[in-house]
Structures are given as structure tokens and as C-alpha cells.
């Protein structure tokens, strides 16, 4: 690929801003995290963590079974993993699903390998580094939003839901 192809390419994704207007529906909050929904193997998955500071993408075990998964789809996994108190965290495997991120007008589909973990958790999903950076979504806990560019059209806004999120958050500190 030559630089100038490069270039092309890098200024046909469209800006991810976030704006006075996208705090307009924001209730003024300490530091609330931003939780949004997606869809994943047809199903509307809630409680999803935009977790920026995760290296993985984390599917709890309890999630894998409200799906409906098989476990003969899991593969092996040969790491170790450790969770946010350092404690190492039972790996059942990873699963490769097909993943959408909705906001009712645009949507992206994308495969996310995610780690299948026996933890408890409030959350259903982390939504960690590597999903963010391989859809190229930008996520603003102060605007709580997650924007991503779409394959064609307008930027996708996901809308995080505070009241959930709130509560969300306070049940893991409790966890």
C-alpha cells in the first residue's frame, strides 16, 4: 500500500466528537461508567461495560448460558487471567460471536472473540481494548456515550443507560 493510499483511507473515517449536545440527556453524575447493550448470536445482551482499561473482551460464564451457547463451541484458552482485585479468574475458553452495535439508525456487525470466565460479575459483558480499538469506537464516560464510525453512513451513538450503569456499578462494589 503506498502513503498516499494510506492517507486516503485514514481520512475517509468520519470524526468521533462528542458535543455540548451529547450531554444533553446526561444526568449530571460523579463518575459513573458507561453501559450500553448490544446484539450478539441474534439476542439483545444489556449490562455491557465499556471497560477501557480491560485487555480482553470478557463474557461471564452466567451470559454463555443465557445465550444458549454449547460449550462444545468453546476453545481452549491457555492463559492465566486476573481480575480487578488481582485474583486469578477461572478461563472456560474463548468464543468467536458475531456482535452489533445498534443505535436504530446505523449499525456496525463485527466477530468478538471473547474469554469466557466463571466469575461473578454485575455485569453481563466487559467490552474491553480489543473490540474498542478493531471497530474504532471512542468511548466518553462524562458524555456517557460510545461512538463508532459504520462501515458507510453516520457515526453510530450508543447511549450508555445511566440509571443501570449506576446501579450496575454499585452492585460490583458490593460483588
Known sequence: M????????????????????????????????????????????????????????????????KLQLSPDQLRPYDGCFYGFAGDQVEVRGHVELRTTFTDDTASRTTNIKYLVVNASSAYNILLGRPALNGVGAVASSRHMKMKLPPLEGVVITLKSHQKEAKRSYENSLKT
Open 2 to 65: 503506498t502513503v498516499e493510499a494510506q492517507k486516503s483511507d485514514e481520512t475517509s473515517e468520519p470524526d468521533l466528537v462528542f458535543t455540548k449536545t451529547d450531554l444533553k440527556d446526561v444526568v449530571p453524575h460523579d463518575n459513573d461508567p458507561v453501559v450500553i447493550s448490544m446484539v450478539t448470536v441474534g439476542k439483545k445482551v444489556h449490562h455491557v461495560l465499556v471497560d477501557q482499561g480491560s485487555s480482553a473482551d470478557v463474557m461471564f460464564w452466567s451470559t454463555f448460558n
